[in-house]
């Protein structure tokens, strides 16, 4: 499965939308969660395959495509376009770059999608906690909360210009951290969750985005709050000073004793 170019916006400084669409999307079924995700295969320098290509061939060819996990931001079922926002830093990292440097008409091969959250219909409330590359997802599940229901949403950035439009149905109290204000300080979101008053009643827990700050908000949630961890969707994205092949090495062991933190 692959899709084309059709658009590419400049969201913020370090986010590029990307809208997919063409043939290559006929077989698409969309995941029945709002945090659903493709693993998009980018294509090495020197490949001498195109898009699309038979994946298991390209992984024998001395090329292997490279495999990046990236939420899908919105399915438009009468359009079928796919549109994916990706967090950029210039030109580091394979899918970075790609989307850096996205044209119309460029293709991307994706697997998938799968997932494995939307929002609760019977809680009372949500928390919905992350930072860029979370963003994605808490968007689009935002968008599926009751109306009327208490939502609170924490998310850290690197400063306003990197802040998006949120839509929720929902009562939304939105709070933006910027790590401008304290570059060297990476406990800035658990600081800021720490000082929030949280609601009574059952709540419907979304977490997600770097390792190291997940882990502490959960902690802190789930020890020091009392929030039930089951049913709470709260997992690592990737993690400061890894590259992603470093960081998946070692991922299935960091949320082992992630979880046994409470």
Known sequence: MYGV???????????????????GLDEFEPAPFTDQYVNALFVPDGAPYPVPFDVEAARSSGHRPVGR???????DPAT?????DFVVHGDIGFAGRWANHAAVGDRLQMVGPTGGYSPSTTADWHLMVGDESALPA???????????????VVVVVDGPDHELEL????DLKL???????????????LAAVEATDLPAGTVDVFVHGEAGEV???????????????????????????FTDEAW????????????DDA
């Open 5 to 23: 170019v059709e658009e590419v916006v400049r969201l913020t400084p370090s986010m590029v939308r990307v809208v997919l669409g063409g043939e």
């Open 248 to 259: 998946r090495e070692v991922k299935a062991a960091f949320v082992a004793e992630m979880r």
């Open 215 to 241: 882990r502490a908000v959960r902690r802190h949630l789930l020890a020091d709050r009392g929030i039930p961890k089951e049913g709470a969707s709260i997992s690592p994205y990737w993690r400061r000073d």
């Open 69 to 75: 996990r990236y939420t899908i931001r919105r399915w």
């Open 80 to 84: 079928r376009q796919v549109t994916i």
């Open 167 to 170: 839509d929720c149905p929902g």
């Open 138 to 152: 808490i968007c689009a599940s935002l968008e599926q909360v009751r109306p009327g229901i208490p939502t609170l």
């Open 175 to 189: 709070q933006w951290i910027h790590r401008r204000s304290d570059p060297g300080n990476h406990g800035l979101l």
